[in-house]
């Protein structure tokens, strides 16, 4: 069963860009067929996933968030990365890292392997 852990800051000031590092034990990034993928959760609100990182190496950004975000990997450090520009305090969430199958992102399934998530807040 593979194992991530988020890191990051836990305050950005507004219009800075955010970064989130996901490190992944007991697992690889590059093989078998999985999404590596990051998921938010605002106060009060549900799941909002953002994107994810295919074992190949290939994206999917959800519209939403798009324009701001990309997604990225270090195959030596068996990292991915969540990049989140121009921040405004809307963006405040617990942001989770995850590994779930095709049919866990297009349903939005919280099923597969999860970070603990780590709390992100946007203010100046």
């Known amino acids: 069963q593979a194992q991530l852990q988020e890191s990051g800051p836990g305050l950005v000031r507004p219009s800075q860009t955010l970064s989130l590092t996901c490190t992944v034990s007991?697992?690889?990034?590059?093989?078998?067929?999985?999404?590596w993928s990051w998921i938010r959760q605002p106060p009060g609100k549900g799941l909002e996933w953002i994107g994810y990182i295919h074992s190949t190496g290939s994206t999917f950004l959800k519209p939403y968030l798009e324009s701001r975000t990309s997604i990225f990997r270090d195959t030596s450090k068996n990292q991915f990365t969540l990049q989140l520009t121009s921040v405004t305090p809307e963006d405040t969430a617990v942001y989770y890292c995850a590994r779930v199958t095709a049919q866990d992102f297009v349903r939005e399934h919280r099923s597969g392997s999860w970070g603990q998530g780590t709390q992100v807040t946007v203010s100046s």
């Open positions: 007991n697992g690889s990034i590059t093989t078998g067929n999985h999404y």
